[in-house]
């Protein structure tokens, strides 16, 4: 793969070598940095952007004691860890060990559809380069537009047209930019109780927020990771199997990286009887599904239905309330599980309800969530949304959720915002852009013609979690700072665990729903962040 290198001066480069495992690269590894350091980094990567190296640079080493860190050699400590951990794994000789040495790794330069691999395993943490707070009119120190460029794509026959046609989808997204900008700012005319600064942001992220889906899914993205060696371990052996070419070739850079840290906890990757041999049972795993399902399903109707339902709760426990509630029960009494079933069985709606309202207790914010009794019922849900959202929803990862292939033959709808500004007929002809485009590499390239969907074409997805985690989902996304295509998802998550599982008394615990609809949701979001830097908290 092809990426952007950047510069830095000698003093910088100076700086940057203690604290990075190289200074070239895409992946990075930060080190010699307190915990607290690494994580602000990560947060502030998030909503800027700047490499993680620059805003190292421009923001935090003023903030902090290097002399001394003079002596200190991000690039020359390989030796050494190799040694140290050689030692404990020697002693100890057990995979939990590899669960006590972490990293914090750089990943830049990443589509939108690798970004979603990153982020598929559960025990790892992420923060992603946000589409609502960064646009991507600008491009890159190589005058490039921030979009994968994937030698197998463009050393093919299509591979000028590619580029033709996605620098085309990102001038209509930097030319319609500063119109819809001007077009909130009439419709939806400054208080004079909002201050210009937050004013001036919440219309920025909601033109934002309106104009990502004619981003396509092969716009780069910077992603921040904080694993344990044996997750890396884990995420490393399914990209190696991965039949996107991007994804094992990251892989190889990560390991790379990795290995300056956490050396033998990572010895198994590349080893022909171990990691290797697990990858390959990934892919054969994969391709002999995929084969099979191709014959079995050769003769149904693939069509979609204008009227299915876009959220549809698919499955549940009839009886998840009766469980949850011998769950609350089971902590507090010495008796078994099916004696305490027997008796909440013959419970009146009245003491069910008063036994769940005192376990659920008095919330006072969203964060007050109750106990592990709420896993005891879950919900999994079929859910067709654009790709946006997708991206959004598929970072929580207490659920199990899985995705079908992102193709634009489910089709796309145009915002409210797009229409109202009159802007519909450009958004239009940039998604048949992205369509057409997908459609010709299909067929020479199925895996790489992903890059070029639009963001706002839907994708197909199930999310099955328990109702503890329903709860923190839809409290979470429901709320009025969220991106609209999400909300919309929350709210018919809540209002079918309520009406179609019959759940009311788990729906009712939900507490922090927001069915509101707000047109400048970040407004005040962004008047809260705006106190709280004026009075220093």
């Known amino acids: 793969m092809s990426y952007a290198v950047e510069t830095f001066t000698t003093q910088e480069q100076e700086i940057l070598r203690h604290y990075v495992t190289n200074l070239e690269g895409p992946v990075f590894a930060l080190v010699n940095l307190p915990e607290v350091v690494k994580g602000a980094l990560f947060a502030r990567y998030s909503r800027s952007a700047k490499s993680l190296r620059r805003l190292f640079l421009d923001e935090f080493v003023d903030e ?18 190799e040694e140290l ?13 590899a669960q006590l040495g972490g990293v914090h790794l750089a990943c830049e330069q990443a589509s939108n559809v690798l970004t979603k691999i990153l982020e598929r395993g559960r025990l790892m943490s992420y923060l992603e380069q946000s589409t609502r707070y960064i646009p991507y009119d600008t491009r ?12 197998e794509v463009l050393e093919s026959p299509l591979g000028a047209r590619y580029v033709g046609e996605m620098d085309r989808m990102f001038d209509t997204y930097g030319e319609l930019l500063p119109q819809v900008v001007a077009y909130l700012a009439e419709a939806f005319p400054r208080g004079g109780e909002v201050s210009d600064f937050a004013y001036r942001q919440s219309i920025r992220a909601r033109a934002l927020d309106a104009l990502r889906g004619l981003l396509p899914a092969g716009a780069l993205s910077n992603v921040g990771i904080y694993g344990s060696g044996q997750s890396y371990e884990m995420l490393l052996l399914r990209m190696r199997a991965h039949p996107l070419p991007e994804a094992r070739s990251y892989a190889d850079l990560m390991l790379t990286e990795l290995r300056k840290v956490i050396p033998s906890f990572l010895t198994r990757v590349d080893r022909a009887d171990r990691g290797v041999a697990w990858s390959d049972y990934f892919s054969r795993r994969d391709e002999a599904t995929g084969e099979l399902l191709g014959r079995l399903f050769a003769e149904v109707d693939t069509h979609i239905s204008p009227e299915e339902p876009s959220v549809q709760l698919v499955d549940f426990d009839p009886l998840g309330e009766e469980h949850v509630l011998a769950a609350i029960c089971y902590e507090h009494l010495g008796l078994s599980e099916r004696a305490i079933e027997r008796r909440v069985a013959t419970m009146t709606p009245i003491e069910r309800r008063e036994l769940l309202r005192a376990y659920v207790g008095d919330r006072a914010n969203r964060r007050h969530r109750p106990g592990r009794a709420f896993e005891r019922t879950d919900y999994r849900f079929d859910i067709v949304s654009d790709y946006g959202a997708f991206r959004d929803l598929q970072r929580h990862r207490m659920m199990t959720i899985e ?4 193709t634009p033959r489910l089709g796309y709808e145009v915002p409210g915002i797009i229409i109202d500004a009159g802007l519909e007929g450009r958004y239009r002809t940039s998604l048949e852009r992205s369509s057409d485009l997908f459609h010709a590499l299909d067929e020479r390239l199925p895996e790489q013609a992903r890059y070029a969907v639009a963001l706002a074409y839907n994708i197909r997805y199930t ?3 328990n109702a503890r985690e329903a709860m923190h989902v839809t409290e979470l996304r429901s709320g009025p700072q969220g991106h609209p295509s999400y909300r919309i ?16 008394g788990i729906a009712e615990a939900m507490s922090f729903i927001d069915d509101s609809e707000s047109e400048l949701g970040r ?8 106190e709280r830097r004026g009075s220093g908290a």
Do not use: K, N
């Not at 902090?64 to 860890?81: C, E, F, H, Q, Y």
């Not at 890159?140 to 030698?151: A, F, K, M, N, S």
């Not at 407004?523 to 705006?530: D, M, S, V, Y």
């Open 463 to 465: 999310m099955q979690m």
């Open 85 to 97: 951990y050689e030692r404990v794994f020697g002693e100890y000789g057990d995979d939990s060990v």
């Open 140 to 151: 890159l120190w190589t005058g490039h537009y921030r979009y994968v460029r994937d030698p």
């Open 64 to 81: 902090l004691d290097i002399s001394g860190d003079a002596t200190v050699d991000a690039t020359m400590g390989l030796r050494r860890a």
């Open 489 to 504: 998802i929350a709210q018919q998550m809540h209002s079918q665990i309520a009406e179609v599982a019959g759940h009311r």
């Open 403 to 406: 995705w079908q292939p992102l």
């Open 523 to 530: 407004l005040e979001a962004e008047r809260r962040l705006e």
